[in-house]
Nanobody
Framework: QVEFVESGGGLVQPGGSLRLSCAASMSLFSTVDMAWYRQPPGKKRERVAAITSRGARNYVDSVKGRFTISRDNAANTVFLQMNNLNSEDTGVYYC???????????WGQGTQVTVSS
């Protein structure tokens, strides 16, 4: 059974930074595409960043230039470096395996990010 454990969230002031981690318990991690999603309070979950097995990256427009997704295949881990955070980045952040626009596995518990002064 595939599981994802997200960590690294917290309370940060506007303009601050956080680095999220997602540890995946799965085989052949290096061969799958992964993505980070977030769910703001009272809103639907949205994809914010994705990385393919070959390292190609894409981002939602609202985080371009501020967020960076990366992966460490030896550690079965995907990261999300978030800089210059603002209040609209507040939400619960999740990772998952993707195939195109499809989310493949069940969701983990996520990690809460709160941007507030």
């Amino acid at each position: 059974q595939v599981e994802f454990v997200e960590s690294g969230g917290g309370l940060v002031q506007p303009g601050g930074s956080l680095r999220l981690s997602c540890a995946a318990s799965m085989s052949l991690f290096s061969t799958v595409d992964m993505a980070w999603y977030r769910q703001p309070p009272g809103k639907k979950r949205e994809r914010v960043a994705a990385i393919t097995s070959r390292g190609a990256r894409n981002y939602v427009d609202s985080v371009k230039g501020r967020f960076t997704i990366s992966r460490d295949n030896a550690a079965n881990t995907v990261f999300l470096q978030m800089n210059n955070l603002n209040s609209e980045d507040t939400g619960v952040y999740y990772c998952n395996r993707i195939i195109g626009t499809i989310v493949v596995n069940s969701w983990g518990q996520g990690t809460q990010v709160t941007v507030s002064s």
